[in-house]
Structures are given as C-alpha cells and as structure tokens.
C-alpha cells in the first residue's frame, strides 16, 4: 500500500509529537510515586491502629519528598509533569494521611467538630500547595526570596501537627481532644499564613573539603537516633522546629530592611541634581555684615 505524501508528513508529526522520554525524567517520578504509596499506607495503618508504622510511613514520605526535587535538579530530570505530580503527593501525603490519622486518634472524640478540625487541615494543606505553585512563577520577587517559604511548608507541617501522638508514645499521657484540636487549627493556620519560614533550598549544596567527613558522620547519627529513638527525635525536632519560626520571621525583615535601603540609595543616587546657584550681581548682593575684631 502506498502513502501519499500527505500521510507521510502526519506520520511524521505523530513521531515528533510522541518522541521518547529520557530514562532521567522517569526517575524522580518515580520516588515522588513510591511517596504516594508510602502515604496511602500510613492512612490504612492509622485505622488499623499501628500508629507506629502508620507515622514512619509518613516520615519515609516526607524524606522521599526531601530528595525527589534534588535528584531532579541533579540529573536534570526537571519536568512540568513532575511538579504536578509531586503537588499532588504533598496533598495526600501531608494533607489528607496526617489529618486522617488525628481523627482516628483522637479527634472523633469531637465527633463533627473533630471531623472539621481534620478537614481544616487538609484543606490548608492543598491551599498551601495552591499558593506555592502559583508564587514560584512570580518574575517580580526578590532572589533572596528563595531562602524563606509563605507559611509553614506542608512535609514540616504534617510532621509537626501530630505531636501530641509523638507524647503520647512517649509516655505521656494523653491530652484532652480539646488541645489537640486547637493545636491541629493552629499548625493549619500557620501553613497558609504570611509567616516567611526557611526554606533550606540552599543548605548543602556546597561542603567544604574539611567538613565532609564530619557532615557524613553527622548524618548518620541522624538517622540512628531516629531509628533507635524515634518519638525523642520528633518530639525534640517539633519543638525545636516551632521555636525557631521566629527567627525566619526576623531574618526575612532583616532582608526587607536591606532591600529597603538599597532602594532608598539608589533613588538618591538617580535624582537629578540641584539647580545651579547663579552668581549675583554686585548690585544684588546683600549688605555684608561688619568686620568681627
């Protein structure tokens, strides 16, 4: 059977418009994926009541957020669909997994209003990853901007919302639904709040020769003591997390106040100068003062 010419160029067009996707932009997808899973499980744990496994899913899932946008950036693996995707793993990961398991928890104690509080969360959540989605695009942001986050980021958010879970395996004893409910609004709050926090984008990118070996052990005493002491190592981390919030509030109007001055010298400098004096006339000069013996 012979083509026309014609059905030549369409066939050509379709093997342009389907060419071959590089193995490197598969990767990262495919970590931002095995998250999903990780936080589709934690939700089937929480209500199996292994609370345990049901927060080291969670855990496992905000690490594997940690590193599938650095493996992207690493093997230039970047890829619009991979930034939706990864969107919609933060929503379910740490949006609807840490709001499901408080509700089984402890907020059905509440019924309805315990109901709302977990809905407030996560919905929080995905207004949160709304708003990043659209303020990365802005062109008229400062560079500076990219060391800060707006609003308690969603990963950090679901590990710290949960706290009152990391007490109780601890030992404590369990607090009122009461105060966990308004902790839960008050984490959600501050995710979708104005709060510049640190983002870390630019912590570890660079490490000096002399530090790499003591980074290498530092890490993994990481992540033995998060291994042997996992509810200790949350527990500090959440609280050492929230103290520090003030500081990236601070910082970021120490930047501002920077940036305000710069602008302030540029204007300055950018002014046109003064008029010039013109010399007056010996007719026009005032009368000079008397000589001071």
Known sequence: MTFSPLNRDRLE????????IPVRTLVPNFI???????????????????????????????????????VARLIKGQSRFGAE?????????????????????????????????ALVFAICGALRLARFNVMIDDPNRPLWSANFFTGVPAPAGAIIVMLPIYLNLLGVPKVAATVTLLYTLAIAFLMVSQLPVFSGKRV?????????????????????????YPW????????????????GW????????????????????????????????????????????
Request: proline share 8%.
């Open 13 to 20: 067009a379709r093997r342009r418009r389907f060419r071959a």
């Open 32 to 70: 931002t994926l095995l998250a999903i899973c990780a936080g589709l499980t934690a939700i089937r744990l929480g209500f199996e009541q292994k609370l345990e496994w049901a927060l080291a899913a969670i855990v496992f899932a905000a690490a594997l957020d940690g590193i599938d946008g650095r």
């Open 250 to 293: 601070l910082s970021y109007r120490e930047y501002q106040r920077k940036d305000g001055m710069a602008a302030a010298s540029a204007a300055t400098s950018a002014a046109p100068p003064p008029p010039e004096a013109h010399p007056l006339r010996p007719a026009d000069e005032p009368e000079r003062p008397a000589r001071l013996n």
């Open 232 to 247: 200790w190592v949350l527990t500090i981390g959440t609280f050492c997390y929230l103290v520090c919030l003030p500081l």
């Open 85 to 117: 995707l990864d969107s919609l793993a933060d929503f379910v990961n740490f949006g609807c997994a840490p709001a499901l398991i408080l509700y089984q928890w402890g907020l059905f104690e509440y019924g309805n209003v315990g109901w709302i509080a």
């Open 204 to 228: 570890g990118k660079r490490v000096p020769p002399e530090m790499v070996l003591p980074v290498f052990v530092l890490v993994v005493l990481f992540f033995a003591l998060l291994l042997a």
